[in-house]
């Protein structure tokens, strides 16, 4: 198995679903930290900091108290099985997630209350983790 280092990210973060004709919030995509938009035949979802959800209008669904956990990247588009495998361990753990993948790596979003357990699974597994919280 592939050793990764994994970067615990500052903040917390919330998933938004709207309407799927709704338009992307003002401002969105120049908020700091991961900026997540998916449009679908059914709905808008979007992922940011909470900080930067608490003004948007026209939600339908909100899931709050989120932390990012990010592969250092960047990741071939030829490398297999390193969500499978960030899933499968903390799916081992008990701990639910968020999955999210961006051009250079992979992200899996935790609950803030399951945070620890994810960290101590990903060390048990044999990656680095680096808190940038601190």
Known sequence: MRKLIIDVRPAE???????????VPAGLLTASGLVA???TERELSVVCRSEDAESFEGVQRR?????LLTVRGPLEFSL???????A????AAGVALFALSS???DHVLVRAADL????TAFREAGHEIHDLTS
């Open 37 to 39: 938009v998916i449009r």
């Open 13 to 23: 973060y919330t998933a938004l679903r709207f309407a799927p004709d709704t338009p």
């Open 88 to 91: 499968g361990t903390l799916a």
């Open 116 to 119: 620890d357990r994810a960290v």
């Open 103 to 105: 051009f250079d790596t």
């Open 63 to 67: 899931e709050a108290r989120w932390r």
């Open 80 to 86: 297999t099985g390193i969500m499978a495998m960030l």
